[in-house]
């Protein structure tokens, strides 16, 4: 009886020992390619895990991949050629759907580039992706569903029929594996992107901060753009009738190294929650309809460039940038832009008091000394103390604009040192008169060397 007994109990443990190998077996697996749909049903009925999951170019079907929960690197490429938005010599085949309610964690990357066929992929469960999320020329992709994707090393979208990103919320950038930052080279007919960039997020503070970078060529049907993040290197938007406000409610203090913006934009503001905006350059280039009026909404700023906005006409800073610590103040060929004083309906501009500046120059814009009142009270009080231009003053008027400028008050700053570097300055009358004086002392530098030379 005894032996029996023993004999059944070995039994047992032996068939727990064989089910729970098997079951083991089951959930770990290696290097798996998906060619059709029974090659993901045999997979996903075996497998919990996987080492690699890579699908062919030549799978044609949709395919289901319930079951399986983390994988190391998910991989596809075809080699067709295929240009922005085009088909190139690129296959043709049937629309396709990957699906997978069940995985959770990708631990080094998602790569897709060029995958023929693919119209969607649902990922709904997906909270993190410790590398990049690429998918690059998905030329038939309409419908990306990352609801839950809340962690990720670095995204980039380029999809030019995208129709529909089901996500909700970006909270962490782990730039693990990946460069850091958010690229949409193109989400199609997508209207909104807030998701990704609205809420305040954490980043690996050992890798440098992340950027994002966005153009309305490749986003035509999105109309403003919520940046949140508190930390950034550089935010780049290409715009055409967008809106743009930095802080999404949920964030109270953001620093960027760079901001620039390049073409058309409707609105720059800064939201009410955020208690500190600090900015090391800001840049408005190239605008050729709007803005017609720039709020500079920062608590601190080092460089401000404004190039080229043909309809831009007032500039507005906050009386926190008598504390700015000011290095470069560029403002180049605004045609529409009139600096013809400090405070008046539409126009605001405080100067700087206490923070020299390494560059200063204005041309092409319409300029009077009334723009330049508190800068030169600045010098003319008791104290005589104000800001100095220590490498470079250059003012030019536009050439025939309204405005008088007399350049004598700054020729007298100069004498007194404030100048010490390069200085140019060129006087105007009103009424579109002829310029009547140059104030450069580089070029009174050349004449007095062109007279040496001669006797010489």
């Known amino acids: 009886m005894l032996f029996k007994s023993a004999t059944i109990l070995r039994s047992v443990a032996a068939l727990l020992l064989l089910i729970a190998t098997g079951v083991a077996q089951a959930a770990q697996c290696g290097n798996v390619t998906i060619s059709s749909a029974s090659d993901a049903d045999e997979v996903r009925k075996q497998c919990t895990a996987l080492e690699s999951l890579r699908f062919s170019n030549n799978l044609t079907e949709s395919v289901n991949l319930d079951g399986i929960e983390t994988v190391g690197f998910v991989y596809q490429h075809d080699d067709c050629w295929g240009g922005d938005g085009e088909q190139g010599d690129c296959r043709t085949v049937p629309p396709f759907s990957i699906s997978s309610s069940t995985l959770t964690n990708i631990t080094r990357g998602l790569e897709f580039g060029r995958f023929v066929g693919l119209r969607e992929l649902s990922l709904p469960n997906l909270a993190s992706v410790e590398g990049d999320f690429r998918m690059g020329r998905m030329h038939q992709l309409e419908v990306i569903d990352i609801t839950k994707l809340v962690r990720v090393g670095s995204l980039m979208i380029e999809a030019y029929k995208l129709k529909t990103i089901r996500h909700e ?20 007919s997508v209207d909104s992107v807030d998701s990704f960039f609205k809420n305040p997020i954490r980043s690996n503070e050992t890798d440098l901060p992340p950027t994002i970078s966005l153009r309305s060529a490749t986003m035509p049907k999105v109309r403003a753009v919520t940046i949140g993040w508190s930390r950034l290197a550089s935010l780049s938007i290409i715009g055409d009738d967008v809106s743009v406000t930095l802080g999404g409610g949920s964030t109270d203090s953001i620093e960027i190294d760079e901001i620039k ?19 090391g350059s800001f840049k408005l280039e190239a605008s050729k309809t709007m803005p017609t009026e720039i709020d500079l909404p920062f608590d601190q700023v080092s460089n401000i460039s404004l190039y080229n906005n043909e309809k831009l006409q007032t500039i507005n800073s906050t009386p ?7 290095s470069q ?24 008091r206490d923070h020299d500046l ?20 600045y010098h003319a009080a008791s104290d005589g103390r104000g800001p100095k231009v220590l490498g470079s003053f250059d003012v030019e008027p536009r050439y025939k604009q309204p405005l008088p400028f007399n350049c004598t008050p700054f020729s007298d700053l100069k004498a007194r040192g404030v100048f010490p570097g390069h200085f140019r300055c060129l006087d105007q009358k ?6 009547t004086t140059i104030h450069s002392y580089l070029a009174m530098a050349t004449m007095l060397l062109t007279a040496l030379l001669a006797l010489i």
């Open 261 to 279: 913006l390049m073409g058309n934009f409707s609105a720059f503001r800064r939201h009410p929650s955020v208690k500190n905006l600090t900015v």
């Open 358 to 377: 390494w560059w200063l120059a204005i041309s092409d814009t319409n300029i009077s000394n009334a723009f330049f009142t508190s800068f030169l009270g």
């Open 430 to 435: 009103a009424n579109g008169a002829a310029l």
């Open 320 to 326: 926190k940038a008598v504390g700015w610590n000011l």
């Open 169 to 188: 919320r970006l909270d962490e950038l782990t730039s693990t594996f990946g460069v850091g930052g958010v690229s949409l080279w193109d989400v199609g």
């Open 329 to 352: 103040l560029s403002i180049y060929y605004n045609p529409s832009l009139s600096l013809d004083s400090e405070n008046r309906p539409g126009l605001q501009w405080y100067w700087p």
